[in-house]
Protein backbone atom coordinates (compact mmCIF):
# COMPACT_ATOMS: atom_id res chain seq x y z
CA UNK A 1 0.00 0.00 0.00
CA UNK A 2 1.10 3.01 -1.26
CA UNK A 3 1.74 6.17 0.88
CA UNK A 4 -0.54 8.36 -0.92
CA UNK A 5 -3.57 5.96 -0.86
CA UNK A 6 -5.44 8.99 0.48
CA UNK A 7 -4.48 11.89 -0.47
CA UNK A 8 -6.30 13.68 -3.43
CA UNK A 9 -4.47 15.12 -5.40
CA UNK A 10 -5.50 18.27 -8.18
CA UNK A 11 -3.46 16.27 -10.77
CA UNK A 12 -0.52 13.86 -11.05
CA UNK A 13 2.46 14.24 -13.70
CA UNK A 14 4.02 10.28 -14.35
CA UNK A 15 5.46 10.28 -10.87
CA UNK A 16 4.26 13.58 -8.82
CA UNK A 17 1.15 14.52 -7.34
CA UNK A 18 -0.14 18.42 -7.00
CA UNK A 19 -1.94 19.15 -4.06
CA UNK A 20 -3.40 21.64 -1.72
CA UNK A 21 -1.31 22.43 1.53
CA UNK A 22 -1.91 21.56 4.96
CA UNK A 23 -0.54 22.23 8.19
CA UNK A 24 1.17 18.68 8.18
CA UNK A 25 3.50 20.26 5.49
CA UNK A 26 4.56 23.11 8.10
CA UNK A 27 6.96 20.97 9.41
CA UNK A 28 9.13 19.33 6.57
CA UNK A 29 8.91 22.59 4.26
CA UNK A 30 10.06 24.61 7.18
CA UNK A 31 13.04 22.01 6.98
CA UNK A 32 13.21 22.15 3.39
CA UNK A 33 13.19 26.00 4.02
CA UNK A 34 15.93 26.02 6.43
CA UNK A 35 18.52 24.56 3.72
CA UNK A 36 20.57 26.84 3.27
CA UNK A 37 21.53 24.63 -0.03
CA UNK A 38 18.25 24.85 -1.51
CA UNK A 39 18.05 28.35 -0.06
CA UNK A 40 22.02 29.07 -1.58
CA UNK A 41 19.77 32.20 -4.44
CA UNK A 42 17.63 33.50 -2.22
CA UNK A 43 18.14 36.52 0.78
CA UNK A 44 18.46 33.93 3.98
CA UNK A 45 16.48 30.90 4.68
CA UNK A 46 13.24 30.97 5.66
CA UNK A 47 11.85 30.64 9.60
CA UNK A 48 9.20 28.93 10.35
CA UNK A 49 7.32 31.59 10.97
CA UNK A 50 8.03 32.78 7.50
CA UNK A 51 7.29 28.91 6.45
CA UNK A 52 4.04 29.45 7.83
CA UNK A 53 3.13 32.45 6.39
CA UNK A 54 4.47 31.51 2.84
CA UNK A 55 1.83 28.02 2.54
CA UNK A 56 -0.95 30.95 4.20
CA UNK A 57 -0.06 32.54 0.97
CA UNK A 58 -0.84 29.82 -1.13
CA UNK A 59 -3.71 28.66 0.45
CA UNK A 60 -4.91 32.12 -0.19
CA UNK A 61 -3.69 32.21 -3.56
CA UNK A 62 -5.87 28.83 -4.45
CA UNK A 63 -8.84 30.12 -3.14
CA UNK A 64 -8.29 33.64 -4.99
CA UNK A 65 -6.97 32.18 -8.00
CA UNK A 66 -7.16 28.81 -8.27
CA UNK A 67 -3.30 28.16 -8.53
CA UNK A 68 -0.88 28.55 -5.94
CA UNK A 69 2.77 26.40 -5.33
CA UNK A 70 1.52 23.51 -4.88
CA UNK A 71 2.36 20.89 -2.18
CA UNK A 72 4.34 18.38 -4.46
CA UNK A 73 4.77 14.69 -3.07
CA UNK A 74 6.35 11.67 -4.98
CA UNK A 75 3.29 9.49 -5.98
CA UNK A 76 5.06 5.97 -5.52
CA UNK A 77 5.75 6.53 -1.93
CA UNK A 78 3.69 9.58 -0.90
CA UNK A 79 6.45 11.70 0.02
CA UNK A 80 6.29 15.41 0.36
CA UNK A 81 9.11 16.91 -1.68
CA UNK A 82 8.34 21.20 -1.48
CA UNK A 83 6.40 22.83 -4.20
CA UNK A 84 5.91 23.26 -7.82
CA UNK A 85 3.17 25.33 -9.24
CA UNK A 86 1.99 28.72 -10.29
CA UNK A 87 1.94 31.99 -8.40
CA UNK A 88 0.58 35.31 -8.83
CA UNK A 89 3.25 38.11 -8.57
CA UNK A 90 2.52 42.20 -8.89
CA UNK A 91 5.51 43.15 -7.69
CA UNK A 92 6.54 45.72 -9.97
CA UNK A 93 8.71 45.35 -13.29
CA UNK A 94 8.23 45.00 -17.12
CA UNK A 95 6.97 41.26 -16.64
CA UNK A 96 4.44 41.82 -13.95
CA UNK A 97 1.63 41.54 -12.73
CA UNK A 98 1.42 37.78 -14.04
CA UNK A 99 1.60 34.01 -13.21
CA UNK A 100 4.70 32.85 -11.97
CA UNK A 101 5.81 29.15 -12.77
CA UNK A 102 8.48 28.39 -9.59
CA UNK A 103 9.75 25.00 -7.59
CA UNK A 104 11.63 24.05 -4.54
CA UNK A 105 12.63 20.78 -3.68
CA UNK A 106 14.48 19.16 -0.63
CA UNK A 107 17.80 18.55 -1.59
CA UNK A 108 17.56 14.48 -1.62
CA UNK A 109 15.07 15.34 -4.80
CA UNK A 110 17.25 16.85 -6.79
CA UNK A 111 18.86 15.71 -10.06
CA UNK A 112 15.95 13.38 -11.05
CA UNK A 113 13.98 15.06 -13.09
CA UNK A 114 11.38 15.88 -10.88
CA UNK A 115 11.61 19.95 -11.06
CA UNK A 116 11.25 19.06 -15.03
CA UNK A 117 8.19 16.86 -15.08
CA UNK A 118 6.58 18.63 -12.70
CA UNK A 119 6.90 22.25 -14.10
CA UNK A 120 5.77 20.57 -17.78
CA UNK A 121 2.62 19.36 -16.08
CA UNK A 122 1.61 22.42 -14.17
CA UNK A 123 2.17 24.65 -17.68
CA UNK A 124 -0.44 22.27 -18.84
CA UNK A 125 -2.58 22.45 -16.11
CA UNK A 126 -2.13 26.53 -16.02
CA UNK A 127 -3.00 26.41 -19.58
CA UNK A 128 -5.52 23.80 -20.27
CA UNK A 129 -7.17 24.00 -16.83
CA UNK A 130 -6.97 27.26 -15.53
CA UNK A 131 -6.85 28.96 -19.17
CA UNK A 132 -3.85 31.02 -18.51
CA UNK A 133 -2.76 32.88 -21.61
CA UNK A 134 1.01 33.51 -20.69
CA UNK A 135 3.35 31.98 -17.65
CA UNK A 136 6.23 33.51 -16.66
CA UNK A 137 9.38 32.10 -14.23
CA UNK A 138 12.12 34.31 -12.61
CA UNK A 139 15.51 33.92 -10.90
CA UNK A 140 18.57 35.66 -9.65
CA UNK A 141 20.91 35.31 -13.06
CA UNK A 142 23.51 33.21 -10.87
CA UNK A 143 21.01 30.76 -10.33
CA UNK A 144 21.95 28.47 -13.51
CA UNK A 145 19.89 25.35 -11.74
CA UNK A 146 16.54 27.19 -12.12
CA UNK A 147 17.47 29.10 -15.43
CA UNK A 148 18.18 25.22 -17.33
CA UNK A 149 15.14 23.99 -16.26
CA UNK A 150 13.25 26.74 -17.54
CA UNK A 151 15.32 25.75 -20.90
CA UNK A 152 14.66 22.52 -20.49
CA UNK A 153 10.62 23.30 -20.42
CA UNK A 154 10.58 25.67 -23.35
CA UNK A 155 10.68 28.77 -21.89
CA UNK A 156 12.34 31.31 -24.34
CA UNK A 157 14.33 34.38 -22.52
CA UNK A 158 12.15 37.50 -21.67
CA UNK A 159 15.32 39.42 -20.16
CA UNK A 160 16.53 40.53 -17.72
CA UNK A 161 15.90 43.26 -14.32
CA UNK A 162 16.49 43.82 -11.40
CA UNK A 163 13.82 42.17 -8.80
CA UNK A 164 12.14 45.38 -6.45
CA UNK A 165 12.13 42.38 -3.55
CA UNK A 166 15.77 42.09 -4.14
CA UNK A 167 17.59 45.89 -4.02
CA UNK A 168 19.37 45.01 -0.72
CA UNK A 169 21.27 41.85 -2.26
CA UNK A 170 23.12 43.30 -4.78
CA UNK A 171 23.93 39.42 -5.73
CA UNK A 172 20.68 38.41 -6.14
CA UNK A 173 18.69 41.72 -7.43
CA UNK A 174 19.65 41.42 -11.33
CA UNK A 175 17.50 38.32 -12.45
CA UNK A 176 16.26 36.50 -15.57
CA UNK A 177 12.62 36.59 -16.87
CA UNK A 178 11.73 33.63 -18.98
CA UNK A 179 7.86 33.25 -20.67
CA UNK A 180 5.64 30.51 -22.21
CA UNK A 181 2.55 31.99 -24.11
CA UNK A 182 -0.62 29.28 -24.36
CA UNK A 183 -0.60 29.16 -28.04
CA UNK A 184 3.14 28.27 -28.71
CA UNK A 185 3.00 25.49 -25.46
CA UNK A 186 3.16 21.52 -26.89
CA UNK A 187 2.46 20.12 -23.44
Not at 104 to 113: D, H, I, T, Y
Not at 164 to 184: F, I, T
Request: charged share 20%.
Amino acid sequence: MSGNDTIDYLFNSERLGFRQWTDADLTEFAAINADKSVMEYFPEPLTEIQTTAFVAKQQIQMLTHGYCYFATDILQSGEFIGFIGLSHQDYTSPFTPATDIGWRLKKEAWGQGYATEGAMRCLEYGFKQIGLTDIIAVCPVVNLRSENVMKKIGMEKRGTFRHPGLKDYPDLENCVCYGYSANHFKG
